[in-house]
């Protein structure tokens, strides 16, 4: 069971992270993130359950445009266009991070918990990437609704997590 996120965490989040950890260690997996909105909570969350948390190499919080560009290396010119909440972004998230690091599985996430008044930018849009290394790229786009920060941000980490468990399992 994780330990300081237990009391946000539903029980069915804290098996599936239970699982993606253990199926990690099982096979040496090292797990990575490459995190906008949810602001590092995928990071904690893999590095909260005891015994297991050793599968987790590294983490990069990029919150900002120009974090996304300092740290991944993400083009100004491609944050600009497309936005820093796009399949193309978060497909370079994750694999700037994958490149940037020891981890073999890289699950990165950008979106937007709030409406950005614009029509093209719903709020609650999410785009997630999960990388493994010498397999394809999954990426999937989410739109959860403006449902509040909290609400928000844990159904990312559900997202994730369904995500790793495919990528920790092939």
């Known amino acids: ?9 539903t029980p069915q ?3 599936l992270t239970r699982r993606v950890l253990e199926k990690a260690c099982a096979q040496d997996l090292k797990l990575g993130t490459a995190e906008s909105c949810t602001g590092g909570l995928l990071a904690s969350l893999l590095t909260d359950v005891p015994g297991c948390s050793h599968a987790f190499e590294q983490g990069f919080v990029v919150y900002s445009d120009d974090a996304k560009h300092r740290q991944l290396g993400i083009p100004l010119e491609m944050l600009a266009g497309g936005g820093a909440v796009s399949q193309d972004v ?15 599985i890289i ?10 008044g614009d029509p093209e930018k719903p709020g609650g849009l999410v785009h997630f990437a999960c ?3 010498d397999r394809p ?3 999937r786009k989410v739109e959860l609704g403006v449902i509040g920060r909290q609400d928000f941000r844990l159904a990312c980490l559900a997202i994730a997590m369904d995500m ?5 399992s092939t």
């Open 1 to 9: 069971m994780a330990e300081a996120l237990d009391p946000i965490l």
């Open 13 to 15: 989040l804290d098996t």
């Open 90 to 104: 978060v497909l370079a998230m994750a694999s700037a991070a994958l490149a940037r690091s020891q981890a073999d």
């Open 107 to 116: 699950l990165a996430v950008t979106g937007w918990a709030e409406d950005m």
């Open 131 to 133: 990388a493994r290394r």
């Open 137 to 139: 790229t999954h990426h």
């Open 164 to 168: 790793l468990v495919v990528a920790v």
